[in-house]
C-alpha cells in the first residue's frame, strides 16, 4: 500500500466514524475509530418560558460552555458546564410552592460533566463524570462506555454502564438527607444501511430505588422503587437532490410507574448558499397516565399508606414541538446558530384520546443562541 | 386497588415491556444486518457530512432532553449517566 492509498482508507474511516456516533455516548466529532484531531470549543444560551392560560409560569435561562479538546492521537477529554437561572411557579396543579399559594419559586443550578475517551485498536472506551447542584438536589454520576467498530467501519456496537446517587433535601423541610440510586445499563447498534444511510438503535435499562416522590406537592407520595426501559432508534438519510438530511427517530419508554410513552421527531436540514442552513423539525410525544396519579378534584382518589400523585407531569397527555433553527458557518471553522422552539401539552392530544381530564394546557417556548468554534 | 396490587401490576408490567423492548431490538438489529447494503470507502462521502451525525451539536442535545425531562413523566434512551433533577 502506497503512502497515499493509506492516507486516503484513514481518513475515509475517519469520516465514516464521525457519521457513526451514539447518542450520549461520545460527540459526533468524537466518534473516531482514532482520536479527532481537532477541538471544538462552544458557546450556548438558553432562554425558556412556560405558561398557562393566563398565567405566566416558568423561566430559565441557562448559558453553557462546552469544550473537547485532543490530548493525543489516541485520547481526547471533554466536558461542559452549565449554570440554569430558574424563577417562577411550576405548573399547577397543587404545588405548595407554586405561585398558586403566591410563594413561587427561586433557584440555580450548576452542573458539570468530564469525560476522557482512549481509542484502540478498533475500540473506544470512555470515562465519564457528572455532578449537579441546586439549593435542594444534589446529584453525583458516573460512567463507563464501550464501543467496538467493525472491521468494515460499518457497523458500531455499543454498551455503556451509568449510576447516579442523588440528595434531596427540600427547602420546605419535608424531605431531608432523602437519597436516591439509579444504575443504567445501555445497548445500541449502529449500522450504514447505504452510502446515503444510517440508523442506530439502543435499549437502555434503568433501575432506580429511593425517594422519588415529590416534596413540593400535596399528599405526593411514589414508589421507592423504579424501573425504566427505553427503545431509541433514529434514522438518518442524506437526499442528494436537494442537498439536505431527513432525520427520523422513534422512542418507546415503559415506567414502572405504569405510564408508557411513545415519541416521534423528525428534522429536515436544508443545506443553502453562503454556508447557511436551515432546518424546521416537529416532535410529536405521547404518554399514558401513571398507576397512582388522580384526576382533579384534588384529592380525589387519594387513600393513606398509598401511592399518590396529582402531579400532572405523570397524567396522560399528547405534546407537539415544532422547532426552527438556522445555523451559518463561516471561513475559519465558526458556526453560529439559532432557534426558536414552541411546545404545548394537551390532554386530547394523547394518541386514541383517553387524556387525563380537567387539566389546563401547558405551553412552553424556548430560544437557543449558538456558537462554535474548531480548531 | 390496593397500593401493594398497583406496585406489582406496576413490577409485571416493566419486566413484559422489558421482554418486548429486548426481543424487539434484537429481531431489529438481526434485520439492520441482513438487508443493507453497505458501501464500500469510497462510497461515505455524504455519510460523513454534520447533518449526518446522530448528535452533532452534544451541548443543545442535553439541554434540550432536560427541558423535556421536566416536563414529561419520564426520560432517557440513548445514554447513561445523571443530570440533575429539572423539577421544576
Partial sequence: ????????????????????????????????????????????????????????????????????????????????LTHDAMSGASPLYHNTLSGASGLGVTDYRTAGDVKVTRYFDGNALALGAAYSDERDYTSRAASVEWRHFSDDRNRTYAMGFGAAYDRIDSSNGLATNKRRETYDLLLGITQVLSAEALIESTLTWSQGRG???????????????????????????????????????????????????????????????????????????????????????????????????ADTRLSAFGAVTLGLRVAKTFAGGTTADVALNFYRQRSAWRIGGGGSPGLEEFSARWIEFGIEKRF | MTGSARRIRANRGARASARFAAVLWIACALA?????????????????????????????????????????????????????????
Avoid at chain 1, 3 to 27: C, H, N, Q, V, Y
Avoid at chain 1, 245 to 255: E, M, S
Avoid at chain 1, 275 to 292: C, D, E, I, L, M
Fill in chain 1, 211 to 309: 425517594y422519588y416522590s415529590d416534596p413540593y406537592k400535596l399528599l405526593d407520595q411514589r414508589p421507592d422503587r423504579r424501573h425504566i426501559v427505553a427503545w431509541l432508534t433514529r434514522y438518518n438519510q442524506y437526499v442528494p437532490r436537494f442537498d439536505a438530511t431527513l432525520r427520523l427517530g422513534y422512542r418507546y419508554l415503559h415506567d414502572s410507574f405504569g405510564d408508557e410513552s411513545h415519541m416521534l421527531e423528525a428534522a429536515w436540514i436544508q443545506s443553502l448558499p453562503r454556508g447557511f442552513n436551515v432546518t424546521p423539525s416537529v416532535r410529536y410525544y405521547t404518554q399514558s397516565a401513571a398507576g397512582f396519579y388522580h384526576d382533579p378534584p384534588f384529592p380525589q382518589g387519594f387513600v393513606g399508606g398509598s401511592p399518590y400523585t
Fill in chain 2, 32 to 88: 439492520s444486518c441482513a438487508t443493507f447494503d453497505p458501501p464500500k470507502p469510497w462510497e461515505k462521502g455524504d455519510l460523513a457530512r454534520p447533518s449526518m451525525r446522530f448528535d452533532s451539536d452534544p451541548p443543545a442535545a442535553k439541554a434540550t432532553q432536560h427541558i423535556y425531562q421536566s416536563k414529561e413523566g419520564a426520560a432517557g434512551g440513548g445514554a447513561v449517566g445523571g443530570g440533575g433533577c429539572g423539577c421544576n
Fill in chain 1, 1 to 80: 500500500m502506497t503512502d497515499r492509498e493509506r492516507k486516503d482508507r484513514e481518513r475515509s474511516a475517519t469520516l465514516i466514524a464521525a457519521a457513526l456516533a451514539l447518542p450520549g455516548i461520545l460527540p459526533a466529532n468524537a466518534s473516531a475509530q482514532a482520536a479527532p484531531d481537532e477541538g471544538v470549543v462552544a458557546l450556548r444560551y438558553y432562554d425558556y418560558r412556560d405558561w398557562q392560560p393566563g398565567a405566566s409560569r416558568m423561566t430559565v435561562r441557562s448559558p453553557t460552555l462546552y469544550a473537547l479538546v485532543p490530548l493525543s492521537d489516541t485520547t481526547t477529554i471533554e466536558g461542559s
